[in-house]
Structures are given as C-alpha cells and as structure tokens.
C-alpha cells in the first residue's frame, strides 16, 4: 500500500487550496477513502470521508468549507478547502477507512 499526498502551503486566511492523494497497492474502487490532520501537540483528527460511490461525509469544524471528492480511474482523492482558518493548519494525510496506515501527510498553513 502507498498513499502520497500532495497540495499543501502557506496561505491567508480565506483562501483555498486542493490536496491530493495518489493511492496504490490496493484496490482503490472499492475502498472507502478518508483525511485525516494533525495540528503540532494535537492528537489526530478526523477530516472527512468519501464513499466507493462518491458520498462524502465531514467533521463539524470543516462541513461547508471542505469538499471530498474522488477520480477511481486515477486512483486518487482530493480535498478541496476552502475559507480556510488560521486553525486549519496542520499536517493532512489520506488513509483507508478501516486502517491506520497513512501517507507522509502535506503541511497546510493558514497564516497572513
């Protein structure tokens, strides 16, 4: 199994950015797919989630700002943020639903 995302930076308050995450190893069409941060002395929490067929699901502190979304012929998930906050920052990783195994994670900082 690998997982590599890609698509973090520095940007202001408000702003956008897309991640992305390329999967390999396994199965990708039939796997439910998730995100994942992590904020520095903060435990892991729970991004979102996007089901075989696309439905996605949101934790509260990002519902209305953040978009799962999936491309099975590329294997790959995206995260699109948007309105992002300065509590945004953190370390994003991908993983599967049901595992902990994840990528590297990308550094998304929020910050004028």
């Known amino acids: 199994v690998q997982l590599v995302e890609s698509g973090g930076g520095l940007v202001q308050p408000g702003g956008s950015l897309k991640l992305t995450c390329v999967a390999s190893g396994f199965v990708f069409n039939i796997t439910r797919m998730r995100w994942f941060r992590q904020a520095p002395g903060r435990r892991l929490e729970w991004v979102g989630s996007?089901?075989?067929?696309?439905?996605?699901y949101y934790s509260e502190a990002v519902r209305g700002r953040f978009d799962l979304s999936r491309d099975n012929a590329k294997n790959t998930v995206y995260l699109h943020m948007n309105s992002l906050k300065p509590e945004d920052t953190a370390v994003y990783y991908c993983?599967?639903?049901?595992?902990?195994?994840r990528g590297q994670g990308t550094q998304v900082t929020v910050s004028s």
């Open positions: 993983s599967r639903v049901g595992d902990d195994y």
């Open positions: 996007v089901s075989v067929a696309g439905a996605s």
